[in-house]
C-alpha cells in the first residue's frame, strides 16, 4: 500500500494546472487590455466624426453664402452695365439739365448754344419728358413764348407732374414765388393720394424746409392734412403701416452668438426658442440707438433755403425714372444678397423693404411711413425722416406694442434639460436609460434624479460583473467526475484526488472572486465618473439658462424706453385719449 | 450684453436668422369685429375699469364677485369694443396655480394650475400673462387678444 501511494505524485498536476490558470488569467487580462484600448479608440473617433462632421457642415454652409456673394457681385456689376446701356443718354439730358440751369445762373453762355444743346437732346430722347422741358427753358430765356409754350405742353404731356414739379422748383428758384406756388397747386392737383409717385418725396422734402414761401407750405400741409385724413379711416391702410413698422423693428434685431451656451444648446430642445426670444428682444436697445440719432438730429432750417431748393432740384433731375426701377431693384436685390454675406433670405427681407421705396406708387400714408423708415431710399432728409415719424407716432406705438406681446407670447423662462443616451460618451458606452429635468427644478433634487437614473443604467452591468455562487458548478462536477472514476479505480488516490480537487476548485473560486471584484469596482468607478460627467453638464446648463434668462430680461426692461422715446417724439402731434 | 451678440448684418449663423417670428393668431384675427369697436379698443382704459379689475382678481367672496363683474361687463358694453370673451391674468395665489380667467358671467373666476387645459380662446395667452408688463388680457369673440398694462394702456 505504501508502494502504491508513493508511486502517486500530484505535484507535477498541480504545478501544471496553475500554469495553465496562470498563462489563461494572463491572456484574459491582456485581452481585457486590448479591449478597453479599441473601445477607448472607438470612442475617440466617433467624437473626431461628430466634429468633423460640424466642421463640415460649417464648410458647406460658408461656401454656399461665398458663392451667393460671388455670383450677386457679378451680376450687380452686369446689371449696372445694361441700365448705363439703355437709360445712359438719360444722364445725358439730367446732367444737361443741371448745367443750362447754372449756366443761367452765370449767364456766360449764349442763348443760340443753350438752344442748340437742347434741341439736340430732345431729338435723342424721345419719350423722356425732361428734353422737352429743357427746350422750354432754353426759349424762355430769349422769350420765345410760341417755343417756350409749344415745349411746356409737350413735356406737360409725357409726365404732368414731374413737369409741374420741375417749373415749380425753377420758377421757385427764379424768385418767381407766385407762379412756383401755381405750377405747385398743378402738380399737387394732378396726384392721387392712394397712388403717389415717387416725386412726391421731394414735395415731402421742399414742403418741411418751407422751400416755397409761406403760400407754398400752407398748401402742401393742408393738402397733406386732408389727404392723411382721409386715408387713416381706413383700418386696412392703418394695419399696413404698423406691419411696416414691425418689419422695420424685426430688422434691429442682433444675431445671438451661441459661443458659451453650447451644453445648453447640447440638452435643450428649448434653446432655440430662447434664442429667438433675446434676439427679438435685442432690436429694442438697437431701436433705441438708431431713432434717438434721428430725434437728437440738428435739424434747424439751414440758412440758404436756396440750397437745399438746388439739392431738391438736383434730385428730381438726376433721379431715376420709373422705366429704369426693376433693373434698379435687381441692383438693391444684389446688393443686399452682398451686404449680408450671401444669406439669401435676410437679403431678400432687406432688399424687399428697400425695393417698397422704389415701388412706382403708395399711398400718402404709407409713404409717408417709408420716409419715416427708411429715408434713404427715398431720398428724404433725417429732417423729413423726423416729421415723418411724429406723423406715423400711433403706427410705430402699436407696432412696439405688437412686436413685443408676439416675442413675450413665445417667451420661455424655463428649459427641459433632456440627458439622453447621447448626452455623454459614457451614456453612449452604457447605453443610457435616460432622463429630462427642467431647469425651474431645485438643483439638489436634479442631481439626486440623475444619481437614481446612472444607478438604475448601472444596475445590471455591476450585477453582470459580480462574482456568483452558481460558478463553483462546473469546475465542481469537473473534479467531481474526475475524483470518481478515481475512486473506482483505487479508493485511497480517489480520497486523495477529493482533496486536491476540492482545493483547486476553492483556488480557483477565489482568483475569480479577486477578478470579479475588480470588474465591479471598475464598473462602479465609470458610474461615478459618469455621474460627475452629468452633473457637471446639468449644473453648466442651468448657469447659462440663467444667464440667457437675465439678458433676455434686461433687453425686454428696455421696451418702456422705447415707448417713451415714441410718447415724446418732438414733432408728433396726435396724443392718447381714453375709451371709457 | 458681453458681447454674446452679433449685429444683424453680420454673418448670421443661425438659421432663423433671417424671419422674424410668425404673428400670433390672436393678434391679428381682426376681421370679425367693426371698425369702430376696433378704434375703440386701441384708446386707453380708464382708471376705474383698470381698479375694478384689480378689486375682482382679489375678490374672494362670491357676492362682490358677482358684483363687479357685472359692473365691468355694463363698462365694457359702454365702450363699443365689441364681444369680451373675459379677461386672462397671471394668478397670485402662488403654486400650484398660474394663471386664471375671469368671465363676467356664470362662473366667474376660474383658476389654473399648469398641466390644466386652459379654453382655446385663452390658452395663446398664457405665456404672455407671465410678463410682469401686463395686468391682464382681454379676450375678445373675434379672437383678437389685448395686453391692457398697469396705466390702462392697450398694447396693440
Known amino acids: 500500500m505504501a508502494d502504491v501511494r508513493a508511486s502517486v505524485d500530484f505535484g507535477p498536476v498541480m504545478r501544471a494546472l496553475e500554469t495553465v490558470q496562470s498563462n489563461l488569467g494572463g491572456q484574459i487580462d491582456s485581452l481585457g487590455m486590448e479591449v478597453g484600448q479599441a473601445r477607448q479608440d472607438i470612442k475617440n473617433t466617433g467624437s473626431e466624426l461628430q466634429a468633423l462632421r460640424k466642421e463640415f457642415l460649417d464648410y458647406v454652409e460658408q461656401a454656399t453664402r461665398t458663392a451667393n456673394v460671388q455670383r450677386s457681385e457679378t451680376k450687380v456689376g452686369s446689371v449696372k452695365a445694361q441700365l448705363d446701356r439703355e437709360f445712359g443718354h438719360y444722364s445725358v439730358v439730367r446732367r444737361s439739365s443741371v448745367g443750362m440751369l447754372q449756366a443761367f ?14 434741341e439736340e437732346l430732345m431729338i435723342q430722347s424721345p419719350r423722356y419728358w425732361l428734353a422737352p422741358g429743357l427746350v422750354a427753358l ?33 420758377l421757385r428758384r427764379q424768385g418767381r414765388n407766385p407762379a412756383a406756388v401755381r405750377w405747385l397747386r398743378h402738380y399737387l392737383a394732378s396726384l392721387d393720394p392712394h397712388a403717389l409717385t415717387r416725386e412726391f418725396a421731394v414735395i415731402l ?8 414761401g409761406p403760400a407754398g407750405q400752407a398748401l402742401v400741409a393742408e393738402k397733406m392734412a386732408t389727404w392723411v385724413r382721409e386715408l387713416r379711416n381706413n383700418q386696412e391702410i392703418v394695419e399696413s403701416q404698423v406691419k411696416n413698422w414691425i418689419k422695420e423693428i424685426g430688422t434691429r434685431r442682433d444675431v445671438v452668438v451661441q459661443d458659451g451656451y453650447e451644453v445648453l444648446a447640447q440638452l435643450a430642445p428649448g434653446w432655440s426658442e430662447m434664442v429667438q426670444q433675446m434676439e427679438s428682444a435685442s432690436a429694442l436697445p438697437n431701436l433705441i440707438e438708431v431713432y434717438q440719432a434721428v430725434r437728437d438730429h440738428d435739424s434747424s432750417i439751414p440758412s440758404t433755403l436756396e440750397e437745399q431748393l438746388d439739392q431738391i432740384l438736383d434730385a428730381l433731375v438726376t433721379d431715376y425714372d420709373e422705366e429704369e426701377l426693376p433693373l434698379r431693384r435687381e441692383v438693391v436685390y444684389h446688393e443686399a444678397v452682398i451686404e449680408e454675406n450671401g444669406d439669401l433670405g435676410r437679403a431678400q427681407e432687406r432688399a424687399d423693404l428697400l425695393t417698397k ?9 404709407s409713404l409717408q411711413t417709408m420716409a419715416a423708415i427708411n429715408p434713404e431710399a ?15 407716432q400711433s403706427d410705430f406705438r402699436s407696432a412696439v406694442h405688437r412686436f413685443v406681446a408676439n416675442y413675450r407670447a413665445h417667451s420661455v423662462n424655463h428649459l427641459d434639460l433632456n440627458f439622453d443616451q447621447n448626452h455623454s460618451n459614457y451614456a453612449q458606452t452604457y447605453k443610457f436609460t435616460g432622463v429630462t429635468l427642467n431647469t425651474a427644478t431645485a438643483e439638489a433634487s436634479g442631481i439626486e434624479q440623475l444619481e437614481q437614473t446612472w444607478r438604475t443604467t448601472m444596475e445590471s452591468y455591476i450585477d453582470a460583473a459580480s462574482f456568483k455562487n452558481k460558478w463553483y458548478i462546473k469546475p465542481g462536477l469537473i473534479a467531481g467526475a474526475i475524483c470518481l472514476v478515481l475512486l473506482i479505480i483505487s479508493v485511497v488516490v480517489g480520497i486523495v484526488a477529493l482533496v486536491v480537487g476540492g482545493g483547486a ?21 465609470a458610474r461615478d465618473n459618469a455621474l460627475a460627467l452629468s452633473v457637471q453638464m446639468y449644473r453648466d446648463a442651468l448657469a447659462q439658462r440663467t444667464d440667457a434668462f437675465l439678458i433676455y430680461e434686461e433687453l425686454d426692461d428696455h421696451e418702456a424706453e422705447v415707448l417713451r422715446m415714441i410718447d415724446t417724439w418732438p414733432t408728433a402731434v396726435s396724443s392718447s385719449e381714453e375709451v371709457a | 450684453m458681453s458681447g454674446i451678440f452679433r449685429n444683424g448684418r453680420g454673418l448670421g449663423s443661425a438659421d432663423h436668422g433671417g424671419q422674424l417670428m410668425p404673428p400670433s393668431a390672436g393678434l391679428q384675427s381682426m376681421t370679425v369685429a367693426d371698425n369702430y369697436a376696433l378704434s375703440q379698443r386701441k384708446k386707453a ?41 373675459g379677461l386672462f391674468s397671471k394668478c397670485y395665489l402662488g403654486a400650484p396655480y398660474v394663471d386664471h380667467q375671469i368671465v363676467l358671467t356664470g362662473d366667474i373666476i376660474q383658476h389654473f394650475k ?17 410678463s410682469a408688463a401686463y395686468l391682464y388680457i382681454e379676450v375678445y369673440a373675434d379672437g383678437q387678444s389685448i395686453p391692457i398694462r398697469a396705466d390702462g394702456t392697450p398694447a396693440i
Do not use: H
Not at chain 1, 357 to 365: F, G, I, P, R
Open chain 1, 205 to 212: 422734402e421742399a414742403s418741411s424746409y418751407g422751400a416755397f
Open chain 1, 378 to 392: 427715398l431720398g428724404v432728409s433725417i429732417q423729413t425722416q423726423r416729421v415723418a415719424i411724429g406723423v406715423g
Open chain 2, 45 to 85: 382704459r380708464n382708471a376705474e375699469v383698470v381698479d375694478t379689475v384689480l378689486r375682482l382678481d382679489s375678490a374672494v367672496d362670491q357676492s362682490v364677485q358677482k358684483e363687479l363683474a357685472d359692473w365691468l361687463r355694463d363698462r365694457y358694453s359702454e365702450m363699443g369694443v365689441g364681444e369680451l370673451l
Open chain 1, 357 to 365: 421705396a422704389l415701388e412706382q406708387t403708395s399711398d400718402v400714408v
Open chain 1, 138 to 170: 432754353a426759349a424762355w430765356s430769349r422769350d420765345d413764348e410760341g417755343m417756350a409754350k409749344k415745349s411746356i405742353e409737350e413735356a406737360f404731356r409725357r409726365d404732368r407732374s414731374k413737369t409741374s414739379l420741375f417749373f415749380a422748383l425753377v
Open chain 1, 105 to 118: 445762373d452765370v449767364g456766360n453762355v449764349s442763348n443760340n448754344a443753350v438752344q442748340a444743346i437742347s
Open chain 2, 114 to 130: 399648469p398641466e390644466d387645459v386652459v379654453p382655446v380662446a385663452f390658452a395663446a395667452n398664457r405665456r404672455l400673462v407671465q
Open chain 1, 505 to 525: 476548485v476553492w483556488f480557483l473560486g477565489e482568483q475569480e472572486k479577486k477578478k470579479c471584484g475588480k470588474k465591479v469596482a471598475d464598473a462602479e468607478q
